[in-house]
Each structure stands twice: as C-alpha cells, then as structure tokens.
C-alpha cells in the first residue's frame, strides 16, 4: 500500500509542477508491479494445470 501512496504524491506532484519525470517514474513502477502481477498468475495457472493433470491421473 505504501508503494501506492508513493505513486500517488509523485502523481500529484506532476501535476502541481507541470512535471514529465514523476510521470514517467510511476509508470515504470507500475509496469513493474504488472509484470509481477502477470508473472504470479501464469505462475497460478501452471500450479493450476499440474495439479488438474495429477488429479485425473491418481483418478484413474
């Protein structure tokens, strides 16, 4: 959460300078908190697929 708070007050500061930089510095940390994002749910799906997979073959 406080990840967050940074990106905002960086946020309201752009706008409060007129300001590119904080601009460009939260949208490379929010690139990286989606692709972290992205990297646990295809992490989930594969877990998923195993776990399915072992299911029907201890089944059968």
Known sequence: IELYDYMQR?????NARQEDAPLAEVERLLSTVRDGWEECRSSVRAQTRVAQYEAVRLSA
Do not use: V
């Not at 960086?10 to 752009?14: D, I, P, S």
């Open 10 to 14: 960086r946020l309201l500061e752009a």
